[in-house]
């Protein structure tokens, strides 16, 4: 038996991510080297960005736990059923 995997449609948020990640690769290309005030905004701007997909991959973490055990419970649930039904014939 296939399983399908529901494909999941982009946030908004991720969305705005992804601009924010394409800018910001935009902006590195552009900026002069020795131009010290748009080096040190680009990594202001790099680090924040950074900040925000790291909190969004420990929320993805903890959703994939929480998905996990549910999963376990819904099998252990299935089990016990089985058992019983099988127990009755």
């Known amino acids: ?47 924040t960005l950074k900040n925000r997909l790291l909190a969004e991959c420990v929320r993805l973490d903890e959703e994939m736990k929480r998905a996990s055990v549910r999963i376990t419970a819904l099998r252990a649930y299935a089990h016990g059923a089985m058992a019983i039904r099988s127990r009755r014939h």
Do not use: F, G, W
């Open 1 to 47: 038996m296939q399983r399908r995997r529901a494909k999941r449609q982009a946030s908004p948020a991720d969305e705005a991510a992804l601009r924010k990640m394409r800018r910001l690769t935009a902006r590195a290309a552009a900026v002069e080297r020795d131009d010290r005030a748009q080096i040190l905004a680009l990594m202001d701007d790099i680090q």
